[in-house]
């Protein structure tokens, strides 16, 4: 098994930019791909951001192409998600999740969740 926790979330200004930390337990971290999703209120969770196990290729969803950044460090068993340029509608909670199959969009597909931390991004 495999436990995440993230991190690093609050409260920013349009415009701002916040760096969300994920860490993850165990021995086996290395050979996972990560994803960070986003949920709002009442609405399905969205693909953000993926990244294969050596960090070699990375994956943005549409709505956040360009402005964030997903990255891993293997050593520390760790992934992060800078986001710069925030916009109101980026507020939710974030989750990330690994996925020990190859690396992917799909939620489904995910096997390991954290418990979330929230974003909100005021006007």
């Known amino acids: 098994q495999v436990q995440l926790v993230e991190s690093g979330g609050g409260l920013v200004q349009a415009g701002g930019s916040l760096r969300l930390s994920c860490a993850a337990s165990?021995?086996?971290?290395?050979?996972?791909?990560m994803g960070w999703f986003r949920q709002a209120p009442g609405k399905e969770r969205e693909f953000v951001a993926a990244?294969?196990?050596?960090?070699?290729?990375?994956y943005y969803g549409d709505s956040v192409k360009g402005r964030f950044t997903i990255s891993r460090d293997n050593a520390k068993n760790t992934v992060y998600l800078q986001m710069n340029s925030l916009k109101p509608e980026d507020t939710a909670v974030y989750y990330c999740?690994?996925?020990?199959?190859?690396?992917?969009?799909?939620?489904?597909?995910?096997?390991?969740w954290g418990q979330g931390t929230q974003v909100t991004v005021s006007s």
């Open positions: 999740a690994a996925d020990r199959m190859a690396v992917t969009t799909n939620p489904a597909k995910y096997d390991y």
């Open positions: 165990g021995r086996t971290f290395s050979s996972y791909a």
């Open positions: 990244i294969s196990w050596s960090g070699s290729n990375t």
